[in-house]
């Protein structure tokens, strides 16, 4: 026999009623007072309430129990399939009458059931859309989400950044730092760095690490006017030290560049340990070149695998070249082929490398020239610095292919005007010269 509505204590009701009225703390206690007691329908409910934290981050304190916690109980829970949510349901819906229709905290809450519980996207966004229209801050926000990521409605980017806005607008600090990153990206409106650096202020003032990290970033490039790196530091040791693993990078990049070594080691291993793949090839970095740490070439070929099987470049061609110091070549040459498909043009100048000069393999002039004309075919801010690999060595038949198709002519021409004639560098450009289609700039040379 189902119980009315009426005759339980209403632990919820009266949690959710606190809310409404912004008696944050006070709805927090009311919940928390029955998860203590071992309730675990309200235990649920606090999970919807953290879920509502973003109104005023500092009301939770470290000692509650964590989301993730919660949440486990609230899976252990789902599987015990003793009609617990379906109880809990009928008793949310039935407080409607205690809140009166109009109450967009009771939307919210069955739009947020609806999505985590659930994850019926379709019923989460009808019910969203319906309290966003009562002026719910976390409901616009969580509305402008769901058009940006097309959960439940059709995506559209104009109408989540519009949406992201409205709710900025109240205060929401999860709006204000989507919508900045809407304004910083031009996801659904037009790039304006200046505005976007303005909402990340709001938000990062309110302790919002992703807004911390990104307006650093932001303040270090100068996107904002002159770059004030010391100001950037700042947010993000902030942001660093809340465990935004962006902002760990960041912050120990910039330790590096002041010389602070081991200080930035220490970041770089924990943004990588939280899995951000950057990071785990500049630990990889640190340990193959002792800066910050002693030398471990056996710990910097595990962090740059790692790195690797998130496809980044950098890490794939270190593997590459572990590899060939092993003179392990099929692993050397899969590596290589693997990074040169992420559009890395120095595994193919590599490739063409051990193909023309016969690096633990036969001679192949006809491979080793496909992969030089590839590496000159990338973009051309890149000409220069593949010029400056290819005069490193001895391989004439790599420079030539590079004076022959590489686009950045300016690049070479000031190449070219940096050396002297009787350098090394500068008597193979001359062979090269000569084997090539003569320009103007040969002809400088070959006076």
């Given at each position: 026999m189902e119980t009315p509505a009426s005759s339980w204590e209403d632990p919820l009701v009266r949690s959710l009623q606190a809310y409404d009225k912004g008696l944050f703390a006070e709805s927090r206690v009311i919940l928390k007072q029955e998860v203590l007691k071992g309730d675990p329908e309200n235990l649920i409910g606090l999970l919807v309430i953290r879920n509502l934290r973003r109104v005023c981050p500092k009301v939770f304190e470290p000692s509650e129990p964590t989301e993730d916690q919660i949440v486990k109980t609230v899976l252990r829970l789902a599987e015990s399939r003793k009609g617990l949510y379906e109880v809990f349901m009928k008793r949310l819906l039935s407080s409607f009458d205690s809140f009166g229709i109009q109450s967009s905290t009771a939307k919210l809450f069955y739009a947020l059931w609806m999505e985590h519980v659930y994850r019926d996207t379709n019923e989460s966004a009808k019910w969203f859309r319906a309290a966003a229209r009562d002026g719910n801050d976390v409901a616009l926000c969580s509305l402008a989400t769901a058009y940006l990521k097309g959960s439940g409605v059709d995506q559209d980017m104009i109408e989540a950044c519009r949406l992201y806005h409205q709710a900025a607008i109240k205060g929401n600090i999860v709006a204000c730092y989507n919508y900045a990153v809407c304004l910083d990206n031009g996801d659904g409106c037009p790039v304006d760095k200046i505005e976007a650096g303005k909402w990340y202020k709001i938000a990062a003032d309110q302790g919002d690490a992703a807004a911390q990290s990104n307006l650093g970033s932001m303040l270090r490039e100068g996107?904002?006017?002159?770059?004030?790196?010391?100001?950037?530091?700042?947010?993000?040791?902030?942001?660093?030290?809340?465990?935004?693993?962006?902002?760990?990078?960041?912050?120990?990049?910039?330790?590096?560049?002041?010389?602070?070594?081991?200080?930035?080691?220490?970041?770089?291993?924990?943004?990588?340990?939280?899995?951000?793949?950057?990071?785990?090839?500049?630990?990889?970095?640190?340990?193959?070149?002792?800066?910050?740490?002693?030398?471990?070439?056996?710990?910097?070929?595990?962090?740059?695998?790692?790195?690797?099987?998130?496809?980044?470049?950098?890490?794939?061609?270190?593997?590459?070249?572990?590899?060939?110091?092993?003179?392990?070549?099929?692993?050397?040459?899969?590596?290589?082929?693997?990074?040169?498909?992420?559009?890395?043009?120095?595994?193919?100048?590599?490739?063409?490398?051990?193909?023309?000069?016969?690096?633990?393999?036969?001679?192949?002039?006809?491979?080793?020239?496909?992969?030089?004309?590839?590496?000159?075919?990338?973009?051309?801010?890149?000409?220069?610095?593949?010029?400056?690999?290819a005069l490193s060595g001895d391989n004439l038949e790599e420079l030539q292919i590079?004076?022959?198709?590489?686009?950045?002519?300016?690049?070479?021409?000031?190449?070219?005007?940096?050396?002297?004639?009787?350098?090394?560098?500068?008597?193979?450009?001359?062979?090269?010269?000569?084997?090539?289609?003569?320009?103007?700039?040969?002809?400088?040379?070959?006076v």
């Open positions: 996107d904002l006017g002159l770059p004030r790196p010391d100001e950037a530091m700042r947010l993000f040791q902030l942001a660093a030290e809340q465990g935004n693993e962006i902002a760990q990078f960041n912050l120990a990049f910039s330790l590096e560049t002041l010389g602070n070594n081991s200080e930035a080691f220490k970041w770089y291993l924990t943004a990588a340990k939280q899995g951000y793949t950057e990071a785990m090839t500049a630990v990889g970095i640190c340990y193959d070149s002792g800066i910050g740490i002693e030398l471990d070439q056996h710990e910097a070929l595990k962090w740059f695998q790692q790195a690797a099987e998130n496809d980044d470049v950098v890490a794939t061609y270190n593997c590459g070249i572990y590899a060939h110091q092993k003179h392990l070549i099929k692993e050397t040459i899969e590596w290589m082929k693997k990074a040169a498909a992420l559009g890395y043009p120095r595994a193919m100048m590599y490739l063409g490398e051990i193909h023309s000069l016969g690096k633990d393999l036969p001679v192949d002039h006809s491979e080793a020239r496909k992969w030089f004309i590839l590496a000159a075919r990338q973009p051309a801010e890149r000409d220069c610095d593949l010029l400056q690999i590079l004076l022959c198709n590489t686009g950045a002519e300016t690049a070479k021409k000031e190449l070219l005007h940096d050396l002297t004639y009787s350098s090394k560098p500068a008597q193979m450009i001359i062979r090269a010269i000569q084997h090539t289609t003569h320009t103007e700039t040969d002809t400088i040379f070959l």
